[in-house]
């Protein structure tokens, strides 16, 4: 439902419309901009709120005023509204919603559904076979567990291609990190055991694992069996010793959510840490973007809508403020159809983990207004080198494309394209280009190609134009950017060459323009050229590892293709049934032979070929 009319836009007679049912509404502005997406248990009475009383803050009075007309979408519960509001969010990106940037998902530690599994590091989908535990903060906390499953439990950490072609045991065996599953030095029976222990390990079972260890450490001495007996004594202490070094115990086997928002400098850190099976795994903390005037509660309760759309909702929530909606939490668990609580007043450990993560909040804030602050001086410096406009507004939304050729003598050319914006690089805008049809090695058909393709979608109207165009060259390649900017009707002003000094030392390189203006040094001692700098060999970087990564797998190809019997269909079905060419190079003769069209023969002649 929306009030597009081609007059005024009556408010009254929109609102004296609404129904007094759950839904989500937009606010937009003239141009057809959505400003504003909420949610409301009752849409009659929230959208006509915003009209009939002060605004709640500066920023919510500002897009009031800036509202030409609103669209509504009735729901059936408020649950499902909450979950169209956050999508409407996460797509549409209002200037007026609170947003948290946050484009990673959270990894978790897999337990495979081998038959011996493996533990790994995972990230995606957890609808397919096998265990998984998390979500963890961060990388490092998924590894640091799987070095505890390994030193306790000694399960394999080894590819399933690896584990299956080995014939003696490898290295992490001989240090007792792994019981060797893949050569028989452990029965199967006895692996499946040790792996459940580690389950039930991350699920919070610590005292009932460390009393079972005991248990059978007894009995083996009660059998003479001392070698078996010392095995499971040296598990008794490494899991003591994890044990030890958890400094907040506590809480069995409830999985809980610590969240605390702390604000300073105008801006605003949420840290969120995790407890899971008992253990506290570590912190992650977000940096929210248009939050003026909203209140820490406004923001916990912001957070926590966006957050658990998408990400497993635990049983206990700790919140350092209460929140408005005192039903969130409620709704958030039907969507998900579970149970969950809310708690801002918490006792006993959860208070401390919660003074914990408040201190970390408050350390990560002061940590990012120092970062941020030379930032924003470095895109300034840069601003006032190049006359751009140093509005602090317009400089936070300044972004620059950067684009680099990168091939090894001529062959797998690629294209780089980073972005830097809000004062940061931006990794998940960049792009690469797989450059194709020109003579190898001819960096300015490339240069050519990569910048038409980019900017041939700016002419047409499909996407935004940059507010700087950094390309890696000298003259040459300024003047075929120069070349492509004209034909496709683009300003040139915008594009600046950064010419290599000397070694490609920092500090001795030259900006050329593709207008009038002279060529400019600026220094070592330039902040401007420092960020540019940054930007440059950032770009070089993504398009060599690019590069190699083209190449790599395009010799690997060809080393099947150049086997004799090998054919198109024959090698798909290999590398389908091995996972990639690596899987293929480690794969015994038995196993190639395996493969559909693979004879004795040619599996032996494969075998030798990639040895």
């Known amino acids: 439902m929306s009030e597009a009319e081609s007059g005024a836009f ?139 499953l390994q030193k306790v439990f000694r399960l394999r950490t080894c590819e399933d291609t690896v584990f299956a072609n080995r014939s003696r045991p490898c290295l992490l065996y001989q240090i007792g990190r792994c019981s060797a599953p893949c050569v028989g030095e452990i029965l199967v029976e006895d692996y499946a055991s040790d792996v459940n222990r580690a389950a039930r390990f991350l699920n919070g079972e610590t005292q009932e694992i460390m009393g079972d260890l005991e248990q059978r450490m007894l009995a083996a001495s009660q059998l003479l069996e001392f070698e078996q007996a010392a095995l499971l004594r040296d598990q008794m202490g490494a899991l003591a ?7 907040m115990e506590d809480t069995g086997s409830t999985d809980i959510d610590i969240i605390a928002v702390t604000s300073a400098g105008g801006r605003v850190c949420v840290n969120l840490a995790m407890v899971r099976g008992g253990r506290h795994l570590g912190d992650r903390a977000f940096f929210p973007t248009h ?18 759309i998408d990400n497993p909702l635990p049983a206990v929530v700790v919140g350092s403020h209460p929140l408005p909606d005192a039903e969130l939490i409620d709704l958030l668990a039907d969507a ?123 002419a047409d109207g499909d996407a935004l134009m940059p507010g700087l165009v950094l390309i890696d060259g000298g003259r040459g390649q300024v003047e075929i950017a120069r070349q492509v900017f004209v ?23 030259t900006l050329v323009f593709a207008d009038d203006r002279a060529p400019l040094a600026l220094g070592g001692e330039s902040a401007a050229l420092m960020l540019i700098a940054q930007i440059r060999d950032e770009a070089h970087r993504f398009a060599i590892t690019g590069m190699r990564a083209r190449r790599a797998k395009t010799r690997n190809v060809s080393r099947l293709e150049d086997i004799e019997g090998v054919g198109a269909k024959r090698r ?3 590398l389908a049934r091995f996972g990639g060419f690596s899987g293929v190079a480690n794969a015994s003769i038995e196993d190639l032979t395996s493969v559909e069209g693979i004879s004795p023969a040619l599996a032996e002649k494969i075998y030798f070929a990639l040895r």
């Open 10 to 148: 009556d408010v009254k007679a929109f609102l004296s419309r609404l129904p007094h049912l759950p839904g989500v509404y937009r606010h937009i502005d003239a141009s057809g901009e959505v400003l504003y997406v909420g949610k409301a248990r009752d849409l009659k009475k929230r959208v006509s709120s915003y009209f009939q009383k002060t605004p709640s803050s500066p920023r919510i009075g500002h897009m009031v005023a800036r509202v030409t007309n609103i669209e509504i979408t009735v729901t059936r519960s408020e649950a499902e509204a909450l979950i169209l509001e956050n999508n409407l969010i996460k797509s549409l990106r209002p200037r007026y919603n609170i947003l948290f940037r946050d484009d990673k998902s959270y990894p978790y530690l897999m337990i495979s559904a081998h038959a011996a599994p493996r533990v790994a590091y995972y990230r995606g989908s957890t609808q397919k076979k096998g265990q998984f535990f998390g979500p963890y903060p961060s990388a490092w906390a998924v590894r640091e567990t799987m070095q505890i």
């Open 336 to 458: 998900r159809h579970t149970k969950a609580r809310f708690i801002s007043r918490p006792q006993g450990v959860r208070r401390a983990w919660l003074e914990q993560a408040t201190r970390n909040a408050e350390m990560a804030l002061t940590n990012a207004l120092s970062e941020s602050g030379a930032r924003s001086a470095r895109t300034l410096a840069l601003a006032e080198v190049l006359e751009l406009d140093t509005d602090p507004a317009i400089l936070e939304a300044l972004h620059i494309e950067c684009f680099d050729i990168s091939h090894t003598a001529g062959e797998a050319t690629q294209a780089s394209c980073v972005v830097y914006a809000h004062h940061a690089m931006q990794p998940s805008l960049y792009r690469r280009y797989n450059i194709a049809g020109i003579t190898p090695g001819d960096d300015y058909a490339a240069m050519r190609q990569v910048l038409t393709r980019r900017f041939g979608k700016v």
């Open 291 to 308: 939050t003026d005037g909203d209140s820490s509660a406004e923001v916990l309760e912001v957070f926590i809508a966006q957050h658990y």
């Open 487 to 509: 034909e496709l009707g683009l300003d040139i002003e915008v594009i600046v060459g950064v010419a290599k000094g000397e070694g490609r030392k920092v500090g001795l390189e």
């Open 241 to 247: 010793k994890v044990l030890h070094q958890q400094t």
């Open 572 to 574: 798909q079905r290999m």
